[in-house]
């Protein structure tokens, strides 16, 4: 039995959402016929837009760009969901970390979204996680005393790239290992809270964890 139990946040953390859309706009440039570099900039202008007045669902992104290039809603919808970009979207350091990690660690998601969407980000990984430990919520916050009440006995990591879920986390949890993931520079609302660790890649972890 893994003695060890690593929690993963999966936006920014795992999977980098701006490089999906990236590679859904390429593809679809390239079936359109349109001039790429005009075409991902004018499209990401669409889909900025599109977020001030609407939550961001698979569904309104299709149906934003539909409407501006008087194209088929559903086929954007499923150019969104090949799961060949959700692969591919994943930073380049998670596969070979969760390769390694996964032969002496039991490896989790704690993740806030639409489950469906959430689970399609990570299903290249599904080799070295269990369904039994993916907790995506629509809140993750509220759900932190659930989650790791499940997993008494375990000695738990949390890696996450917001440092006020981090902080929340350890509220609950005080022997709770925190690991700050830096994928980029942000601008964070806690900045007192400081984590157990902070890092750039996932492959620290590797020694982090030994």
């Excluded at 202008?45 to 088929?72: C, D, G, I, W």
């Excluded at 390694?100 to 290249?124: C, F, H, N, P, Y």
């Excluded at 902080?167 to 022997?175: G, I, M, Q, W």
């Amino acid at each position: 039995m893994k003695d060890t139990l690593i929690l993963f946040d999966i936006d920014e953390t795992l999977f980098d959402p701006k490089a999906h859309i990236e590679l859904v706009l390429h593809h679809l440039a390239g079936k359109w016929h349109r001039e790429e570099k005009t075409f991902l900039q004018e499209a990401w202008e669409v889909f900025r837009s599109m977020r001030k007045t609407m939550m961001f669902t698979p569904e309104n992104f299709a149906k934003s760009l539909a409407k501006h290039y008087q194209k088929n809603e559903r086929e954007i919808e499923n150019t969104f969901w090949e799961k060949k970009f959700f692969s591919l979207a994943l930073y380049k350091d998670v596969l070979p970390v969760m390769k390694q990690m996964s032969k002496r660690a039991t490896i989790g998601i704690l993740s806030t979204g639409d489950s469906e969407l959430q689970k399609a980000k990570v299903a290249s990984l599904t080799q070295h996680l269990s369904q039994h430990d993916l907790h995506i919520f629509s809140a993750k916050e509220n759900e932190l005393q659930n989650v790791f009440t499940k997993y008494q006995g375990k000695h738990i990591y949390f890696v996450d790239n917001m440092k006020e879920m981090l902080r929340l986390a350890k509220a609950v949890k005080p022997e709770l290992i925190t690991v700050w993931i830096k994928r980029k520079e942000q601008k964070n609302r806690e900045e007192k809270f400081q984590p157990d660790f902070t890092i750039i890649s996932l492959t620290e972890l590797i020694s982090l964890t030994s």
